[in-house]
Structures are given as structure tokens and as C-alpha cells.
């Protein structure tokens, strides 16, 4: 669920404005998230402290002179830029006063807007279609600049962002009714063209929204009609020259009338889109709102009416929506919460962050089918734009079959060239479900048959779309074993959902045996065992300067066993050594973490051999020491397993090997600990036991006392 | 058998008054006690601290001093300006005198017995000669400047202390010159501005001064030189009083913190002889001002605002497991204070200013034992009668039938009757009572309301037989050995038969009504009876006594029955032993004649006859936990004694019609809640 807290007003808007202009020319990000600047249509430049809604600076153009681009911070300098009458270029820092004798530098082609990275130098788009690093640009402000665009070409909208530090800018023109995209990256320079296709006649596209996710981004755009569509721009373009870019609809507002005219789109996360202009019903009349939609559900989740009238812009800045409206600026916070269906009824899932990242198994509620069926019974005609959607799938369909067939007897190195753009963007559908799996059981067929080859690159981001699963190619897993492939089969035990017991205990197997010199040279997640030390270093957990003297060490036994207690074998002293390495712990982790049923998995458990289950036995008492010296009973680290999940594993290995541990002398020591601890265990609930009888006779007194002035009771006496 | 349904009282808004004042006398171990309303009250130490006499009060009087004379004599002293001599057979002001020097703070006497001292607002100390009946004006001592608080004698009788504001004076009593004038220092710094109040002073026969003052102080002072010896702080608020004991080795001082100090003199060094007051031991058994402190020769006794009388053991000088040895706190009269009209379920309250007249409520369900019921009709009070005059009502009765109410002050008697239909309350006062009656110790109906037994304070009963008409003496019973001392209990046989009523010299005397003669007086036990009833069918007398002893006698047969000697024999649970407030009454229960209803302050218990005693041996079964008897434990259902302590503390129990139980609850917390708050005190962690 979304929610739109209490707004206030950030400053009043200049006066003069009209119906159209709203007098405000953008806002941008300050230097912290609770600081933004606010460019004036005229010519005013004001950096505000958000919370406190209070100007911090503000500085203006002279008189004639007008701002033509909101002012944007230079990250990395703490400078800020802005552009006035199109062409001069400011630069000043805040302890500046006097905006007439800052840094001034005349460019050659007028300035369509600057883009400011938080760790990169800004990018200034002209007008034309240009390009340039503000670095570049200041070192030679009067260099030609060139035309990209044609004739009548004008910019819309504009994005820029980073991704593996190279910045990317996104644009927008319009020609005629007709809707360009364009991606402009620098070093390379390259520009990729994109023909959105309009939307039939009168209908253009009026907000246009972007994120880059998995390296491919998501373009949102309001159309003039109420329509969301959803475009996924790949970063890595195949083809040159013009393309033609697929949308599909993502969901339809309800407009009355038909035309939007001033009309915003901001998007949130988890699939929420702020939308400012457009009513949260159709017969709401003539007032403007501020809505925040599910995509996924194309549900409302929150609105807001904005009195005085929108104006149609919409800025997103550090959880706050910024919204001009009437005569000021209004901003409200907001809240998104990943919507699920589980959660709608009533059954909500626990998020971890594994969750998020792969959910396979749950069905997509949002697939095409199901809502071009809603649509049509709405409408009763097949739109162009559901004709669209349909060929785009087709394309899908037809891309899987072209890519497996390309894979087929090509080098390892031309598989993953083949395989990056198709995996770079991950439409959400069934079809590329089922093609990820075609993949994988065709790469593997390769694998078994030639020995030699073995893409494992391709293989792990098969994996980490969290879309494969045993079942649909089996196999997989047994050969990231045979290849001693640790990190495809970490990430196989953490994305794949139905591992077989067998399978698990093999990789248990496989791990425990595994010397940690092999290891050396493999790279494994260590996010499950961020704080676990390595072998052979002591911790000292100190709380509040209480170093925990833990529940194990019982005074009954210290009396029993005093000379024990200067034997290197008492449990606070031996456990607190990790024994096995780092990477050998996280892939075990992953094992302690994984689901199991218990009656399957003791079987196969008993094929450790008794060095194997001594070793992991250590390995979980270490564990359970850890998380139980601390406060939490989770050990720190994402994927750190539970104090359950811990235990469990003890008892079972304890179930499947207890005779040959019994025999075994080298596991005694550590059968005695175990004894020991379990004895404190049980001693220390039979004390608590015995306080929950005395606990109940305290409320059950409590009860007794409420008498009033007379009362009439029956009492027996014997 | 042993179910009941219990209306569970708290109505009755009881007040206890504070404590002022009071004197121990050791020789007779009685101590006196005058209240905050001007009542006095003396406890019998010897008879297990039991509730002797009562004094009522009067509006008019204010109690600040209570002084002893002889083993009979009581005189108090109070701020209205007059001395008064109590009679205490009569237990009424035997006279008054005024002393002329306004306010009287303080009295001492002598220990020859031969004089009083009186100290006054006017600053002078005034000479009485005590003689056989009444006291007699002497002389002033020099006038000073200054109120008198506190006084005290030298043992010889030449030399008498005053505490005064800022100063204590020494006055030679032959000359009336003061001969001696020693200085208090004021408190702390902030406080000088403020007088420091001697409020008590102790002439100890080496003529040392002992004083307490306003400013929390234990001071001790060499009389002849007028020097300081030694000064103890023992609170950071004031010492109200303090007592030296008989022998001088101990002083007690209680503060207005609610504790009570205990100094000792002791020698240092064991074996040393030369000897010093030592700070030894502090009680805390109050949560107000001490405002009387007195200390006997095993327990100190403290009493103050917070109502309670508290008898605390110095286990150094008790027996060890005798009666002695308890804590004891009295908190409520040993007498009872409610009167019950058992047909139409009528309870009558007695305030020392007001009777209340509260009508039960009821229910419409059955409920299962340990349930409570909803009240379906709610209880009401249909009555509040202001006494007349300043005299406090000292007894009140309500006859069975509920038409006749009677109360007496120490200066008249009042009868009212009651018409009661439907929601229809009238009281017409009956206005020619017999001349004979004057005054009463205790009033009764007689079973059929016919009759009015009034114990008059001539130690004689006078039976008046009341009707709608008129109210008509019909005789007066004289006790056979001519004792002149105060009936305080009287009991009349259901049929009509009996009347018999106990007096303060333990006689208990029966009179036979039909004839119209006294018929026979029980052996006069050694303690004080604390309840007494006759069994309706067998005509028994029950009676309960201080000692927590118990007796049947068999009126008819003029003889001890069986159950008694048999009682005296085996004894009843030896946790009765552990009562330490009196029984204060006796019933029986109509629908099972073996049954016997008596209770005290902490629980009630039926007792039954026909079940065979219980030894000593046999083990105390709880009543708390009913649920856990199972079938198994039968025998145990023959217990004779059967114990309910979940009502308490107990002001009064009855038994209703159709198994109905009416218990009077005053819990100490509503007492607690309308006290004046406490002076303010650092608590750790607050």
C-alpha cells in the first residue's frame, strides 16, 4: 500500500502566473535529501531546507534577464549551474551574493537543460540534440555544437543516468505528432534513436517517467488519453539506425473527457506512479488530483485534491512529492509498500530480501493475456495498441526460438554475446520463463557433451534471474557440482526453490569436503557471513562493557567439574574459533538456510562420512554460540541463518549419524558440550516453567480485587 | 450444608478518630487513650489488651493531656480550658473545672500524687491539690512569656521543667521562681525565622532534661547547669512526643514521620559502668504523626493520626511465644457497631454523630460457590439520624422486626419508631419515655420487639415494654452482688425467657423475665466476656471472651454442658490462638441448631456443636482453596470448625433468613484514603 501523508507548502508561486504557466521552471535535488533548488520561471534561483521550509539562499537575474533552465548542483563541486537567455552559462557556490558577478561563460547554441549526476560531471543537453560534459563545455564554451535533431524537432522531456559510471541521457521529441526517443551515450558517444509511434490522432504523450533497473530502462509514458504505457529501453541496443520500440499498456486512467491536457507522471518504487492532473475517478468533474496508482494492480492507492488547480508538474525528490498547484508549491511525503496479492488477502509474506529478488514459483498476476481479455470486454474493440502488445509478444517468441537456435555449436564467448541482451531486459512473462528454461536444459545438453565448454558467466545470470528452478532443468545443479562450480552452486541454493534433499546433501557433501585452499581462488557471496571471523580468531562480544558469560556455563556444573574450567575444553573457550574458513561458512549457510523436509533429507544425511558430520557439528555449535551470545537470535548479515534453522540441523545430524558419533572418540568432547548445553537448557525452562505458575496466580489475584461498595457472592464452607 | 450467599458490605463508611494523647498506668496495666474527638478509651493489658471502657465523646471537648491518678482516677486536660475527672464506672465526666489560663496544653503530675500541673496559653503553670474527690486550685508558678507545651515533674517534687516556645524553663516549685532557662536552637538554617516548639520535656531523677522539639530533636540537658549534653536528630520534622520508661534506662520519641526512636542507656564498653544515651532502635508502624508515645515494660506503644494503636513487643524483655510477643495493632472498637433486623434485612450503622439505616439489596439468580451474583436490586439507605446535643452516641439497637430504633448519649436516651411500607420511610420519635431512664451502656430488643433492655449506668437493667401507645418501665434487675460496674453486654433469650448481661467486673448474671428475678450468675471467669448470645432452641449461653476463651452454659441447669467442659478439655484449633482482636459477636444459624456464628476482625467461623472436636493435633484446612477437596477428603467435612477468611477486616457478620450471610467489610484502604496526606517524604528511587 501507498500512502500520501500531510503536505505543506514549500513557498507561494511569482506572481503573474497563468492558467498555463505556473511560474516554476523546475527542482532539483540540493546538496542532501532534505535540500532542493527551486528555479523560477522568471529569474530567481532559491535553495531551500525542506524541513524546515525555510530559503537558505536565494539569488535572481537582472532585470531583462531570464533563467531558461533549472539550476541544477554540481556534485562533485558543490557549484551550481544555470542557464539564463538560453546561452550564458552561470556558475556560483552559496557564499556567493551577487548573481551579476559570478562565473560567465556564452555558449554557442542554446541550452535545452543540465543534468546533474551525484558523482559525475553534469551533462548539458542543447537544444539541438547535443550533448556535452559541462567540463568539456567550460574548457571551450565557444565550440560548435552540432544539430542532431531535424527541423521542428523539439525536446520534451529529458532523464539522465548512471550506470557503471557512465552517464546515459534519455530524451524525447516530438515532430510533427510524431514521438521520438533518444539515448545518448558518452565515451563511446553513441546515439540510439527510438520511434515510440504515436497514438492515432490528437493523442500525444504528455509525461514521460524513467528508471534504470538491471540494466535496461523503464520508460513510462501518460498519454494525452489516460494511458500508462510501459517501454523498456535496452541499453544495449542491437541494431542500428532508427527502431521502432514496443510499449505495452500499462494501465488506463479513468478520464472523463477523454484528453488530459496538464498532466504529470512521477514514478515511485515497487511499481507506484504519482500522477498529477488526472482524476482518481471519471466523475470526479473539473477538480485536479494528486494520485499515486499500482501498476501491478491497477489499483489507487492514495489521492489527494489539490485545490486552486494543477498545473501539470510533478517532481520526486527523497521520498517527497513536489506539486505546483493554485499559488504554491505544495510538498507531500509519501509511502510505497510493495503491494502483493498475498497481502491483499490477508496473508503477507515475509520480506527478505531473497524474496524480492526471486519469486518464481508465484504466478504473474499482471501477465498480458488476462488483462487484454479485461480490456476488450471494457472496450469492445481491439485497439491498435493491444495489437501492439500482441506482436510484441510474438517477437518474444520468435526471439527465444532465434536464440536457441544461435546458441547451437557457437564458442563460449559468442553464447554470451548472444545471451546478454536477451537476459540485459527481462520482460516479466511466462513465455520467458519457459524460454530461460529452454536455455539453460540446451546449455547444459552442451555442457554434458563437450567437456570443454562451460559458459559459467551465462550460467550464473541464468541463475540470478531467480527464473530457473530444478525443475524445469535438471541437472543444473549437479553440474555446477561436477564442474566445482561454488559460486553458480551458492547462487543455484539461493535462487533455485525446490532443491531435492538428495541434491542438498550432495552439495553438503561437496562442501564439507572441499579443502579451504581450493576455495581460495573462487568467488562466493559473503553477505551471509559478513561478521563471522575467520578461522583461528577469537572474538570478544563485549555489550555495554557486559562481556556474557553465557547460559552454558551452569553453576552446578562448575561446582561438579571444577578442574575442568582451566581445561582448554570448556565451551565458551572452544567455541568462540570458527572451524572452517570464511567461504566454506557461507556456502554452508546457504545449505543450514535452505528448505528441507526433514523425513527426506535423513537418509541422504547419512552418507556424511564422521569426519564430515564432526566438522559440521562444530561448525553449527560455533553458529549457535554466535547467535546466541547476542541479543538477536539472527546472526548479522542478510543471509545469516536463524537460531531454528540451526538447531534443526544439530538435531537432525545428531539423529542420522548419533551412533557413529557415540563410538567415534574424537567427537566425545563435543557430544559433552552438546549434553551440557542441552542440560542448561532444559534447567533453565523448568525455572521458567515453575515463574509462569507464579505469574498466573499474580493476574489471577488482580482479578479478585474489583469490589465495589456491595456485591452479593455465594461462598462454601466445608 | 455449608453454603451460603453473602451480601458483601462496604458501605458503612466508618471513621476511626486519631489518637492524641495517652497514659500508661502500670500499676492497675490499664492504658488510657484520649481520641481527636474526645473520647477516651481504656485497654486492660492484662486481659489481652481488650477494649475496656469507652468514654464517648463530646463536641465541645478537645483532649491535649490524660493523666492517671491512683489506679482509678482519670483526668484529662484540653484546649477548651477545663480539667475533667472521669467517672469510670459510670463512664461519664465526673466533673469539670475550669482553669482559667485558657487553653490547657500540657498536664503532669507529681509522683507523690499530690499535685497537678497544669500548662497554659497564657504562660503560666498553675498548682492544683488533688484530693480524694476532686482537685482544687493552688497557685501559679511565675507567669512567663509564651504558651506552655510540655511539662514534667522532678521525682522529688521540688523541680519542674517547661517546655515553652524556643526555651525550656526550670521552675522550684516551693518558690515558684524559675530557677534555670535554657535555650533551644532553631532548626537548620532556613528555618530560624521559625519558632522551635518544645513539645515535650522529661525531668529524669538525675536531673537531666530529656527534650523534643519542632525541629526534629532529641535533646538532653543538665538541669542544674542549664548545658547541653548530648543532642540526637531524629527527624527532619517534629517530635511530637516521647516517654521515659519507669526504670529511666529507656526513652521512646515518635515523630511526625510515623516512627518511633528508641534511646537506651547503655555503658559503651562492655563492662564499663559509667553509662550514656544510645540511639538504638527505630519502629515504623505508622504513616502519620505519633502524636502519643508511652512505653510499659514489654512493649512500646505508639498511637497517632493514622487512628491505629500500635503495641509493638521489645523482644528483649518478652517471654518468648507468649501472647506478648505479637505485633498488635487495634484499630477498630472492640464492640460491635452495627445492629441487624433480620427479617427485613436491615442494617443499622453507628457513627459516633449519626445512625444509618441501609436496607440490603438482592438478587433474582442461583450461583455456584465462589461465584458472584449480579445485584438485581441495589442496597439503600433509607436513614440518616443527627444526633441532638454535643454528647456522642455511645450504643444503638434495631429491634428483629425492624420498627424500633434506639440509641443513648451519656445524657439521654432516644426511641424512634419506623413505619416502612413500600418506598414510604417515617420515623416518629417517642416522646414520654419512662423517667427512670436516664442514660444507657447498652441497649436491647428482646426477640419479639416487645420489650426494651436498657443497661443503665447505675449498673442496673431496666426491662421497658414498648408498643404503638406507649412505652412502659416494667422492672429493674439489680446484679445480685451489688457491683456497681457497667453492664456492656446484654443478651435475651429467643423465647423470652432469659435475659442475661455481663459487666466489666466479668460478672455475667442471668434474670429470668417470666419471673421477673435474678436467676443465676455463671462463674465469674478472670477476662472480660467480648460477646455473648443464647442459643435459641436449648436456651445456652454462649459467651466468647477477651482471652479468646469460650464457655456454654446451660441456663436451665444452672451448670457448665457438656460441649464446654468438653471444649476446655481438647481444645478448639489452636489457630484461634493466633486471633488477636476480640470475638465481637454471636449467632446461630435457624435452619441448622448445631451451628454457631462467630466472628473477629480477620475472619468469621462456624462452629459445630454436633461434630465432634477437633484436637489440637488435627491439621488447619484453609477455606482459601475449597476447590481442591476432593471426594477423598471427606472426613474432613466433619471438621467442627470451619474458617472463612476472605472478608476482612470484619466489622460484622450475621446470619439472614434462607441461608443468607451478611458480611461488613471496612477495608483499611478507604481509612487510609481519608486520612490528610502525610508529610512528605524522600523515598529511594523517587
Same mark, same amino acid.
Given at each position: ?60 537575474? /537582472? ?419 561436477? /564442474? ?235 | ?104 496544653? =500540657? ?80 532548626? *537548620? ?18 536531673? =537531666? ?218 420515623? =416518629? ?49 439489680? *446484679? ?131 461434630? *465432634? ?12 482453596? *475449597? ?60
Amino acid at each position: 500500500m501507498a500512502e500520501l501523508y500531510e503536505g505543506f507548502t514549500l513557498c507561494g508561486l511569482a506572481a503573474g502566473q497563468s492558467r498555463e504557466n505556473s511560474g516554476l521552471l523546475g527542482i532539483e535535488p540540493g546538496r542532501d535529501t532534505d535540500h532542493v533548488i527551486v528555479t523560477g520561471a522568471g529569474r530567481t534561483v532559491t535553495v531551500y531546507k525542506v524541513s524546515d521550509q525555510k530559503p537558505l539562499g536565494s539569488w535572481a537575474a /537582472k532585470q531583462g534577464q531570464a533563467v531558461t533552465c533549472p539550476a541544477v548542483l554540481h556534485g562533485q563541486t558543490g557549484e551550481y549551474v544555470a542557464v539564463h537567455d538560453s546561452k550564458v552559462l552561470r556558475i556560483w557556490r552559496d557564499e556567493d551574493i551577487n548573481f551579476e558577478k559570478v562565473f560567465k561563460a556564452t555558449l554557442s547554441a542554446a541550452v535545452s537543460r543540465i543534468h546533474a549526476l551525484p558523482s559525475s560531471e553534469p551533462l548539458v543537453l542543447f537544444q539541438r540534440g547535443a550533448v556535452r560534459q559541462l567540463d568539456a563545455l567550460l574548457a571551450a564554451p565557444q565550440q560548435a555544437v552540432e544539430e542532431v535533431l531535424s527541423e521542428e524537432e523539439v525536446i520534451r522531456w529529458s532523464s539522465c543516468f548512471l550506470e557503471a559510471e557512465q552517464p546515459l541521457l534519455l530524451f524525447s521529441t516530438e515532430k510533427s505528432g510524431e514521438c521520438f526517443l533518444y539515448l545518448q551515450k558518452l565515451s563511446p558517444n553513441v546515439l540510439h534513436k527510438y520511434n515510440i509511434g504515436s497514438e492515432g490522432k490528437g493523442v500525444c504523450p504528455i509525461g514521460f517517467t524513467a528508471t534504470l533497473e538491471n540494466k535496461c530502462i523503464t520508460l513510462m509514458c501518460l498519454y494525452s488519453n489516460g494511458c500508462v504505457y510501459k517501454l523498456l529501453v535496452s541499453l544495449h541496443p542491437s541494431a542500428e539506425g532508427e527502431q521502432h520500440l514496443p510499449k505495452s499498456l500499462l494501465m488506463k486512467l479513468p478520464v472523463s473527457e477523454g484528453v488530459l491536457h496538464r498532466a504529470a507522471i512521477a514514478c515511485l518504487e515497487e511499481g507506484h506512479i504519482a500522477i498529477v492532473g488526472a482524476p482518481p475517478s471519471a466523475s470526479t468533474g473539473d477538480r485536479d488530483f494528486l494520485c499515486i496508482w499500482n501498476t501491478n494492480f491497477q489499483t489507487l492507492q492514495a489521492s489527494k485534491e489539490l485545490p486552486g488547480g494543477a498545473y501539470g508538474q510533478l517532481w520526486c525528490n527523497a521520498g517527497k512529492l513536489y506539486v505546483t498547484h493554485g499559488k504554491m508549491l505544495t510538498v507531500l511525503p509519501y509511502r510505497c509498500e510493495k503491494s502483493s496479492l498475498a497481502a491483499a488477502l490477508g496473508k503477507l509474506k515475509q520480506t527478505s530480501t531473497q524474496e524480492v529478488t526471486s519469486s518464481p514459483s508465484v504466478l504473474n498476476w499482471n501477465s498480458f493475456p488476462h488483462e487484454e481479455a479485461a480490456l476488450e470486454q471494457k472496450t469492445g474493440m481491439r485497439t491498435r495498441r493491444s495489437k501492439l502488445n500482441l506482436k510484441s509478444q510474438a517477437t518474444l517468441a520468435t526471439s527465444i526460438t532465434q536464440v536457441l537456435e544461435d546458441i547451437k555449436g557457437v564458442s563460449r564467448e559468442e553464447v554470451e554475446e548472444v545471451l546478454e541482451p536477451f537476459l540485459s531486459c527481462s520482460p516479466v512473462s511466462p513465455q520467458f520463463q519457459l524460454g530461460l528454461a529452454h536455455i539453460a536444459v540446451e546449455l547444459l545438453k552442451r555442457c554434458q557433451a563437450d567437456p570443454g565448454f562451460y559458459p559459467q558467466s551465462v550460467l550464473a545470470r541464468l541463475a540470478q534471474t531467480g527464473r530457473l528452478s530444478h525443475s524445469s532443468c535438471p541437472g543444473f545443479l549437479m553440474l555446477a557440482l561436477e /564442474k566445482h562450480d561454488y559460486f553458480l552452486a551458492q547462487l543455484c541454493l539461493q535462487h533455485f526453490p525446490d532443491i531435492p534433499e538428495a541434491v542438498t546433501c550432495a552439495f553438503l557433501k561437496a562442501f564439507l569436503s572441499v579443502a579451504d585452499a581450493d576455495l581460495m581462488q573462487v568467488s562466493v557471496d559473503l553477505e551471509g557471513v559478513s561478521l563471522v571471523d575467520g578461522p583461528g580468531q577469537s572474538l570478544e562480544v563485549v555489550q555495554n562493557g557486559f562481556s556474557p558469560v553465557l547460559l552454558e556455563e551452569d553453576s552446578c556444573d562448575v561446582q561438579l567439574t571444577p578442574p575442568k574450567l582451566d581445561q582448554s575444553s570448556s565451551w565458551t573457550d572452544m567455541s568462540l574459533t570458527c572451524p572452517v574458513g570464511l567461504k566454506k561458512s557461507a556456502l554452508l549457510n546457504e545449505i543450514i538456510r535452505s528448505s528441507y523436509s526433514e523425513s527426506f533429507l535423513l537418509p541422504h544425511l547419512k552418507d556424511l562420512s564422521a569426519q564430515q558430520v564432526i566438522l559440521f557439528l562444530q561448525y553449527l555449535q560455533y553458529l549457535y554460540v554466535r547467535s546466541s551470545g547476542d541479543v538477536y537470535t539472527q546472526l548479522p548479515g542478510l543471509r545469516a541463518p536463524t537460531m531454528t534453522q540451526i538447531m534443526d540441523w544439530v538435531s537432525l545430524l545428531l539423529d542420522a549419524h548419533f551412533a557413529v558419533l557415540v563410538m567415534a572418540p574424537e567427537a566425545k568432547e563435543l557430544l559433552a558440550q552438546l549434553h551440557r548445553f542441552v542440560r542448561s537448557q532444559v534447567r533453565l525452562y523448568s525455572e521458567l516453567g515453575k515463574i509462569q505458575g507464579t505469574l498466573q496466580e499474580l493476574s489471577k489475584i488482580k482479578k479478585e480485587q474489583e469490589i465495589g461498595l456491595y456485591s452479593i457472592e455465594v461462598i462454601e464452607l466445608f | 450444608m455449608g453454603e451460603f450467599k453473602v451480601h458483601r458490605v462496604r458501605f458503612f463508611d466508618f471513621m476511626p478518630s486519631g489518637i492524641r494523647c495517652m497514659a500508661f498506668n502500670s500499676k492497675a496495666d490499664r492504658l488510657a487513650l484520649a481520641r481527636l474527638d474526645g473520647s477516651v478509651e481504656i485497654f486492660n493489658f492484662s486481659n489481652n489488651y481488650f477494649q475496656e471502657k469507652v468514654i464517648p465523646g463530646n463536641d465541645s471537648r478537645s483532649i491535649e493531656a490524660i493523666c492517671w491518678v491512683g489506679c482509678d482516677r482519670l483526668f484529662t486536660a484540653g484546649l477548651n480550658g477545663e480539667v475533667v475527672e472521669y467517672d469510670l464506672e459510670r463512664l461519664c465526666p465526673k466533673y469539670t473545672l475550669d482553669a482559667f489560663g485558657g487553653p490547657i496544653w =500540657t498536664a503532669a503530675c507529681n509522683s507523690e500524687e499530690t499535685h497537678f500541673a497544669f500548662g497554659c496559653e497564657d504562660g503560666s503553670v498553675k498548682l492544683f491539690e488533688i484530693l480524694p474527690d476532686k482537685i482544687q486550685f493552688e497557685r501559679n508558678l511565675d507567669r512567663q512569656k509564651g504558651r506552655i507545651l510540655s511539662l514534667s515533674w522532678h521525682k522529688s517534687g521540688t523541680l519542674i521543667a517547661a517546655g515553652s516556645l524556643d526555651v525550656i524553663r526550670v521552675f522550684d516549685v516551693k518558690s515558684g521562681h524559675s530557677v534555670q532557662r535554657i535555650l533551644v536552637d532553631r532548626g *537548620p538554617a532556613g528555618t530560624r525565622n521559625k519558632d522551635c516548639v518544645v513539645w515535650n520535656v522529661a525531668f529524669l531523677s538525675d536531673y =537531666t532534661i530529656v527534650s523534643g522539639d519542632s525541629a526534629g530533636k532529641v535533646q538532653l540537658w543538665d538541669a542544674n547547669k542549664g548545658t547541653l549534653i548530648k543532642t540526637h536528630l531524629v527527624s527532619k520534622w517534629d517530635v511530637l512526643s516521647l516517654s521515659v520508661s519507669e526504670n529511666e534506662d529507656s526513652i521512646v520519641a515518635g515523630t511526625s514521620e510515623g516512627t518511633v526512636v528508641q534511646f537506651q542507656l547503655l555503658s559503651p564498653k562492655i563492662g564499663d559502668t559509667e553509662t550514656q544515651w544510645v540511639r538504638t532502635r527505630t519502629f515504623k508502624h505508622h504513616t502519620h504523626d505519633v502524636r502519643a508515645v508511652t512505653e510499659t515494660r514489654t512493649a512500646v506503644v505508639s498511637g497517632g493520626l493514622d487512628t491505629q494503636l500500635v503495641i509493638c513487643p521489645l523482644m528483649d524483655k518478652v517471654e518468648v511465644k507468649s501472647s506478648e510477643s505479637v505485633l498488635r495493632k487495634v484499630i477498630f472498637p472492640h464492640r460491635s457497631l452495627v445492629s441487624c433486623a433480620k427479617k427485613p434485612s436491615l442494617l443499622l450503622f453507628q457513627f459516633p454523630d449519626q445512625l444509618e439505616l441501609w436496607r440490603l439489596g438482592g438478587t433474582d439468580t442461583i450461583g455456584k460457590p465462589g461465584e458472584s451474583l449480579p445485584v438485581t436490586r441495589k442496597p439503600e439507605k433509607l436513614l440518616q439520624l443527627k444526633r441532638k446535643g454535643d454528647d456522642h452516641i455511645c450504643c444503638s439497637t434495631i429491634s428483629e422486626c425492624g420498627h424500633w430504633i434506639a440509641y443513648s448519649t451519656v445524657s439521654s436516651i432516644r426511641l424512634y419508631q419506623l413505619q416502612c411500607d413500600n418506598n414510604n420511610i417515617s420515623i =416518629t420519635k417517642v416522646s414520654k419515655l419512662p423517667k427512670v431512664l436516664r442514660s444507657a451502656h447498652q441497649l436491647q430488643f428482646s426477640a419479639d420487639s416487645s420489650k426494651l433492655f436498657v443497661a443503665s449506668e447505675q449498673a442496673t437493667i431496666h426491662v421497658i415494654s414498648v408498643s404503638r401507645s406507649e412505652c412502659k418501665h416494667v422492672h429493674t434487675f439489680k *446484679p445480685k452482688s451489688g457491683s456497681s460496674a457497667p453492664v456492656h453486654l446484654l443478651a435475651a433469650s429467643a423465647d423470652g425467657q432469659w435475659l442475661t448481661s455481663a459487666n466489666r467486673h466479668c460478672e455475667i448474671n442471668v434474670y429470668n423475665l417470666k419471673k421477673l428475678k435474678h436467676h443465676c450468675m455463671v462463674p465469674v471467669y478472670n477476662s472480660l466476656p467480648s460477646a455473648m448470645a443464647i442459643h435459641p432452641e436449648t436456651n445456652n449461653l454462649l459467651v466468647t471472651h477477651a482471652d479468646q476463651q469460650m464457655f456454654e452454659f446451660g441456663i436451665v441447669d444452672k451448670q457448665y454442658t457438656d460441649w464446654s467442659r468438653k471444649l476446655q478439655k481438647e481444645g478448639l484449633h489452636r489457630c484461634r490462638l493466633k486471633w488477636g482482636t476480640p470475638v465481637t459477636h454471636i449467632t446461630f444459624n435457624p435452619q441448622a441448631p448445631s451451628q454457631v456464628i462467630l466472628h473477629d476482625m480477620h475472619m468469621f467461623c462456624i462452629i459445630d456443636q454436633s461434630l *465432634p472436636l477437633d484436637g489440637l493435633k488435627a491439621q488447619f484446612y484453609s477455606q482459601l482453596t *475449597p476447590k481442591d477437596t476432593s471426594e477423598t477428603d471427606k472426613p474432613r467435612k466433619n471438621n467442627a470448625l470451619k474458617i472463612c477468611n476472605k472478608y476482612q477486616p470484619l466489622l460484622h457478620v450475621n446470619l439472614l433468613e434462607d441461608d443468607w450471610l451478611v458480611v461488613v467489610e471496612r477495608p483499611l484502604i478507604d481509612i487510609h484514603s481519608q486520612l490528610p496526606a502525610p508529610v512528605r517524604q524522600k523515598k529511594f528511587g523517587t
